[in-house]
Nanobody, 125 residues
Framework: QLQLVESGGGLVQPGESLRLSCAVSGFTWDYYPIGWFRQAPGKEREGVSCITRGGGSTNYADSMKGRFTISRDKFKNTVYLRMNSLKPEDTAVYYC??????????????????WGQGTQVTVSS
């Protein structure tokens, strides 16, 4: 069974940076995309970024473009999310997920069929 485990969350002050990790195991990561999503209290889950095994990537929110960067290490089967210049409004539970039915990135969470349990990111002074 495909498994995804997030790590790297924590408490940081505004303006600081974090790097989240998503370890993929169980099945070999072939061509399906891996995405990052986040959900703040009282809000719907939203897409953050996505990357394919070939390295193609995209971000889905204008508020995060230029601050968040997704990357991969194919030898470790790990996807990263580098978060710079963090703001209080970035506070949320961050999830990674796999869309095994696709080969290209999608921001539609309904197309992702495997999810991690999430890691909490809190940005507060």
């Amino acid at each position: 069974q495909l498994q995804l485990v997030e790590s790297g969350g924590g408490l940081v002050q505004p303006g600081e940076s974090l790097r989240l990790s998503c370890a993929v195991s169980g099945f070999t990561w072939d061509y399906y995309p891996i995405g990052w999503f986040r959900q703040a209290p009282g809000k719907e889950r939203e897409g953050v970024s996505c990357i394919t095994r070939g390295g193609g990537s995209t971000n889905y929110a204008d508020s995060m473009k230029g601050r968040f960067t997704i990357s991969r290490d194919k030898f470790k089967n790990t996807v990263y999310l580098r978060m710079n210049s963090l703001k209080p409004e970035d506070t949320a539970v961050y999830y990674c997920a796999a869309a095994t039915v696709r080969r290209s990135c999608s921001g539609n969470l309904d197309e992702y069929d495997y999810w991690g349990q999430g890691t909490q990111v809190t940005v507060s002074s």
